[in-house]
């Protein structure tokens, strides 16, 4: 299904709402006593069960990208005269099931699996299906499927939240997975559920991370996945496919054999944006964050356009594509900034996650309209976001929780992970080195240089900064790290402005130090300039995934070639596949995606 022109360019002058509300449920629905007969939808309706939490813009586009219409829940009736249901879980697991018992969309949702109708859960919504879960709880779920939903097990060294593309193993014939062995899929949680004889009958794969946990299940026309198949690029939209068009699996399409085997190494796409001196968004690139030309008449330095960028980088094989808004827009309100729209039309043809960053803290417009850093995260996530980054705000909270040793429940990292989740919230810590002679002289964790400093200093420590990196802060990148960790963080995204734009490599002190000190996934950014920048912070770190901007803007390093490299060196990586029918015969994958493994 074509999708309509978009694009954004210089920031509108005119003011729109601030933010939607979700409007107000019933609660007065106990019963539904089923009345209809047939359907009066389409068939080639989708009927969504979005209940008002995250990002849902994503699987709308992708079900649209396939040719389907959405109809929306707005009550329990609209479940039950459903003829293809699709809940996607987005949030936790007790605010999801207060939503669900509040309105009576549990009980109609329990009603409409009962009569076996097609029905398919997305990440939340495969563990809602289960007896309970020990997230906010424990809380009792829907009761679909024996047994508990609880956290990975991180004492022993997991990195949790689980991101990122792992493997499936299939243990029994599934059509809506029909050849995605060896393919991998896009995971991000916290909690999952364990395989047990219980509820073996429903198991249709497994995923190994740490141990093997459930990530799909299916029995007759009912399906639920713990991954995010609209976020799975060209692999999950065949996934979508094959349970929209509920096809035959002679007519089934399928993927060149891969050779996915455990969760891969990320390779992050990262563009900063920013409005140029005409009004227009711009991808730019900075030396040591300084993005205006140094001859002519330093102008802003223009990379591209955003959303055209980001839907080739999405077509090369990137894993993610992280938006970093780096111009402040303060005078707008929250529904006119320029990275809303940037947002929507980015995510109606890249489907892999999308993350972004800047300017996500409270902050008053010019109408003197209030904002919590809570709203201002919402309307991105509406808009399209899986994942925000805090930079600025998130190092205040971090000073302010480790003078205190208390958490306040009020900071931007606990009130966003509190609702959506500590997967949906990353921190950008942008540190500057501080060469030392020795480690007493100051109280923030230092590394033994592998080279020397300016004056011979054996000793260095990372000072975080705010403000893009124009102020310094009385606080180390280790102790930020290890404070956001509690507050709430589920993701560090490590920039070192020392090394940014210079092509020499990542700061492979830097990222081991932080890497090695917390237990959530850790992005090295900064510094790459040639394939084997990449492999070496993997092999020499816990990063968990890697970031470039300037070579890939400037076509230095293409994309693919990195993933080459990494395979070489024995690194596992998502790479580019096709697909093929079952007759063996080449088809191209769904316009706009790129086919993956």
């Not at 396939?66 to 699709?86: C, M, N, Q, S």
């Not at 995605?180 to 047990?196: C, D, K, Q, T």
């Not at 002519?296 to 992280?322: H, I, T």
């Not at 590394?447 to 009385?474: D, F, S």
């Amino acid at each position: 299904m074509e999708a309509a022109p978009c694009a954004v360019s210089r920031p509108p002058s005119s003011a729109t709402a601030a933010v939607r509300k979700r409007s107000k449920r019933s609660s007065s629905f106990t019963k539904v006593r089923v009345t209809a007969s047939a359907s009066s939808q389409q068939s080639n309706s989708v009927t969504l069960l979005d209940y008002g939490a995250g990002n849902v813009r994503s699987l709308r586009n992708a079900i649209r990208h396939l040719g389907f219409h959405i109809t929306d829940v707005h009550k329990p009736e609209d479940i039950l005269t459903a003829d293809r249901l699709v809940f996607p879980g987005v949030g936790a697991f007790g605010a999801a099931m207060q939503v669900l018992n509040q309105t009576g969309l549990g009980e109609a949702l329990r009603m409409y699996i009962d009569k076996d109708k097609p029905f398919l859960g997305i990440c939340l919504g495969l563990q809602l299906l289960f007896d309970s879960s020990e997230e906010n709880g424990p809380v009792k779920g829907l009761g679909v499927i024996p047994g508990t939903v609880g956290r990975f097990d991180s004492t022993q060294g997991l990195i949790v939240p689980h991101i990122g593309w792992n493997a499936l193993q299939p243990v029994k014939d599934s059509g809506m997975l029909h050849g995605i062995e060896g393919h991998h899929v896009y995971f991000v949680h916290s909690y999952r559920a364990l395989p047990s004889e219980d509820n073996k009958d429903w198991i249709s794969s497994l995923c190994y991370y740490g141990e093997s946990f459930v990530s799909s299940v299916s029995r007759g026309n009912v399906n639920a996945v713990q991954f995010h198949p609209e976020k799975s690029g060209a692999v999950g939209l065949s996934i979508l496919q094959n349970f929209l068009r509920q096809s035959s699996s002679s007519s089934l399409k399928t993927l060149v054999p891969g050779k996915a085997s455990k969760l891969a190494k990320r390779v992050i796409a990262c563009l900063d944006v920013r409005s140029n001196d005409k009004g227009d968004l711009v991808v730019t690139k900075g030396d040591q964050y300084d993005v205006r030309e140094t001859t002519g008449d330093n102008e802003v330095r223009n990379l591209g356009k955003p959303v055209e960028l980001a839907g080739q980088y999405y077509k090369d094989g990137a894993d993610e594509v992280s938006f970093l808004n780096i111009t402040g827009f303060r005078d707008f309100p929250l529904g006119d900034l320029p990275m809303l729209e940037l947002l929507r039309c980015a995510s109606e043809n890249v489907f892999v996650p999308l993350t972004v960053g800047g300017g996500i803290r409270d902050f008053t417009d010019a109408n003197g309209r209030y904002y919590s850093s809570l709203e201002v995260a919402s309307e991105y996530f509406r808009s399209g976001a899986d994942k925000i980054s805090i930079g600025s705000d998130a190092v205040f909270a971090a000073e302010e929780y480790l003078l205190t040793g208390v958490k306040s429940g009020k900071t931007s990292i606990e009130q966003i992970s509190r609702i959506y989740g500590n997967q949906a919230v990353v921190v950008s810590i942008d540190p500057r080195r501080v060469f030392i002679k020795s480690p007493d002289e100051v109280k923030f964790k230092s590394v033994k240089l592998m080279k020397p400093g300016p004056n011979g200093e054996e000793y260095a420590w990372y000072q975080c900064t705010v403000k893009g990196g124009r102020e310094g802060r009385p606080i180390g990148a280790y102790e930020l790290a290890k404070a956001v960790e509690h507050l709430g963080a589920g993701e560090i995204l490590l920039n070192c402005i020392d090394c940014d734009g210079q092509g020499e490599g990542y700061d492979i002190e830097l990222i081991k130090l932080v890497s090695d000190a917390v237990t959530i996934p850790v992005i090295a950014s900064s510094g790459a300039g040639a394939v084997e920048h990449f492999s070496e912070v993997f092999q020499q770190t816990n990063a968990s995934a890697a970031l470039a901007a300037g070579i890939f803007h400037r076509n230095e390093v293409p994309i693919q070639s990195v993933k080459e490299h990494l395979l070489d060196r024995g690194v596992e990586v998502r790479m580019l596949s096709m697909e093929k029918t079952q007759s063996n015969q080449p088809e191209m994958a769904p316009r706009g995606a790129a086919a993956v493994v």
